[in-house]
């Protein structure tokens, strides 16, 4: 029980700094994504904004449309500026992603590769916010909703 109280006052106390560290660790993690894509680094192949191949909307690659939402998106959530309309715009991107990309492979996260994608929408739709120590706090401190 002793255990269980220092554990409630440490995450009680330390909300904050816990917060800000969760929200940068998936926004940098996301990040990656978009730069295997826009950059082709990180094992990954650049995609280009009008291709010939791959999946397309009005000749515009997807998956170059997904790499500015990864790496930009990701970036404004490091750094908590318009975070709640960012997570929630790449909540979205992921939920597609796993229904375009995943999906159609099996139904199953677990046999068509589409946990991550599950995982970033949940993380994104659920648990982001600016939180009280972010760029949306310290620019508009009665404009954000706080967390």
Known sequence: ??????????????FD????????????????H??????GVLGGQAQLLFV???LRVFGINLFFLAGIIEFFGGLLIVIGLFTV???????????LAYFIVHFPIAVSPAQNS??????????????????????DVILCNEC????
């Open 85 to 95: 309309p960012v997570s929630f715009f790449v909540a979205i991107e992921m939920i």
């Open 1 to 14: 029980m002793l255990h269980h109280k220092r554990v409630e006052s440490l995450r009680k106390n330390y």
């Open 114 to 135: 589409g946990e991550l994608a599950l995982l970033y929408f949940i993380v994104f739709i659920f648990a982001m916010g600016p939180g009280k120590l972010s760029l």
């Open 17 to 32: 700094v816990f917060y800000v560290f969760f929200r940068a660790f998936a926004g940098l993690l996301f990040m990656q």
């Open 52 to 54: 010939n191949e791959g």
């Open 34 to 39: 978009g730069a295997q894509k826009l950059f």
């Open 144 to 147: 954000v909703v706080k967390k």
